[in-house]
């Protein structure tokens, strides 16, 4: 069913007087334009109805009270990545998944990472053999080119796009993964003529290397100097050069796991001279600061991530920047290790040696919707459109994922938005052992999650089981440009 029109995924929802698989009854559904009090018939895995009528199934939710949602899409998560940091992420993609479902998520986009010296093709077999037999929901791969020899460029990455992996994510640091800048040009121009995503992780290279070296030789290895060695004019600087280069060749690119305020303005101005330019940001810069890296104990590694999270006084501009649209997409970075592993060199592990990365898939979605949904912040719809429907359009997932609509997939997390919750990592389905935002009240939270028609978890009970989630083949999310870029093409 992975390749049909909408047409065609309609006229399969329909199958005359027959009952519906699944009727989800008496909620308020969050429809693209506006929250309707309405019924959802499902057939066949598809959303087959949306009415206000009675409608006969074979098995009936009741959703009164609840807010019924299309499920979240988390654009940016990483699972069973190896090698990543020397060691695989805590989470593969059975405990990864289910993590991401039990936090209201029905589809995840983690990556396959080719490193320096590896086929990619090769590594993209490996991930989908790690993947198949493990996923609980549906599951694509953007793919991270860390070696962009001439086969890859000509023959390994249009194969794997007309597979169904259309975003590529690049780095510009990172030992084994970081491109120069003509290799950067190379990605984007080959991302123009097919017609996909460029991600880009924005921060400049020897801004890290020069700041880490100077605070080493003067002894300063506490965790707060990993902030120090991240600065934001670093981050600034290098999403502005992947802007210029991205006007350049007039293809757009999503920056990723924005940080900090002065990129959110480079986005803006460029998205004001009407470039194509996304970006994203993550639970950890709007919920996290870097006073919790900077403990008296180790215990701040548990916030160490890059880009860090900034001086709590940035929080605000990243806040505008969600709220003024310049920044599209909210997703997870979910990075999974456990405590001891990133601090390997014990009590005195130097900042430059903590593992970078945190835990978030499954407390996504509550701290965005309790954060922006309490006080009216946002609206439900924008709420949804920042956390689901963008990411499946960027990543060529829409309308199959990402929206309740007449022959979707039928995905849903319902919501009661009333139920206060403190976060516990025991209450987490992830295979790590703590989660940086422990402690946190939040307000709502996911009681139900649907996928393809299946109820894979209800009232804290997992009913999913490991293997069910399927490859998606993502749609070019633009239209190739076979013609050379304006300033070649006199
Ligand atoms: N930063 C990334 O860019 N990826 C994963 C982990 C991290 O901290
Ligand atoms: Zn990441």
């Known amino acids: 069913m992975d390749h049909l029109e909408s047409t065609q995924r309609q006229a399969l929802a329909q199958a005359g007087d027959e009952p519906y698989d699944l009727a ?20 066949n895995g598809l959303i087959a109805r949306i009415g206000p009528e009675i409608l006969r199934a074979r098995k009936s939710v009741d959703a009164a009270g609840r807010l019924v949602l ?31 479902l039990c936090g209201g998520n029905t589809t995840v986009l983690p990556f396959a990472m080719q490193m320096r010296g590896q086929s990619l093709r090769q590594i993209v077999d490996d991930y989908h053999e790690r993947a198949r037999p493990k996923a609980h929901i549906d599951y694509g791969f953007h793919l991270i080119v860390g070696d962009p020899t001439p086969r890859v460029l ?17 780095y510009l640091t990172y030992e084994g993964l970081k491109l120069d800048d003509y290799e950067v040009l190379n990605i984007l121009d080959l991302a123009r003529r097919e017609g996909v995503m460029v991600m880009v992780h924005a921060e400049n290279d020897a801004c890290i290397r020069w700041l880490t070296d100077r605070l080493l030789e003067a002894k300063k290895t506490a965790l707060r100097y990993h902030v120090t060695a991240h600065p934001d004019i670093g981050e600034r600087e290098a999403a502005f ?49 870097a006073e919790d890296i900077d403990t008296a104990d180790m215990s701040g590694a548990k916030c160490v991530c890059t ?56 407390t996504r979605l509550p701290l965005f919707f309790s954060a922006t949904q309490g006080d009216g912040r946002l609206s439900i719809n924008r709420f949804v459109d920042i956390t689901t429907t963008t990411p ?13 609509a007449l022959g979707s997939d039928a995905d849903f997390a319902i919501w009661d938005p009333h139920k206060s919750m403190t976060i516990r990592n025991e209450m987490l389905h992830h295979a790590v052992d703590h989660t940086p935002y422990e402690g946190m009240a939040v307000r709502g939270w996911p009681v139900m999650t649907i996928s393809r028609g299946d109820i894979v978890y209800a009232d804290g009970e997992v009913q999913s089981t490991a293997g069910r989630g399927r490859f998606l083949r993502c749609e070019r999310p633009f239209a190739p440009k076979r013609i050379p870029i304006p300033s070649l093409a006199g």
């Open 24 to 43: 989800i009854s008496g909620g308020t559904v969050v429809l693209p334009d506006g929250p309707v009090a309405t019924n959802i018939g499902v057939r």
């Open 70 to 100: 299309p499920g979240g899409v988390d654009s940016h998560c990483h699972m069973d990545q190896q090698p990543w940091e020397g060691r695989s992420t805590a989470d593969d993609f059975r405990s990864g998944t289910l993590s991401a």
């Open 154 to 170: 000509s023959e390994e990455l249009p194969e794997l796009i007309e597979q169904g992996c259309t975003s590529i994510k690049i």
């Open 241 to 289: 050069r992947a802007i210029s280069f991205a006007e350049l060749i007039e293809t757009p690119i999503l920056i990723v796991h924005v940080s900090s305020a002065g990129v959110v303005e480079e986005v803006r101005r460029a998205q004001q001279r009407g470039l194509a330019i996304y970006a994203e940001t993550c639970p950890q810069y709007l919920f996290l600061s």
């Open 307 to 362: 880009p860090p999270p900034r001086e709590r006084a940035n929080q605000p501009q990243m806040w505008r920047g969600l709220l003024d649209g310049t920044l599209a997409v909210f997703s997870s970075d979910h990075s999974p290790w456990n405590y001891a592993d990133k601090i390997a060199g014990g009590p005195k592990t130097p900042f430059k040696d903590i593992l970078n990365g945190i835990p978030g898939i499954e």
């Open 392 to 404: 499946a359009k960027l990543y060529g997932l829409y309308p199959r994922k990402g929206v309740i």
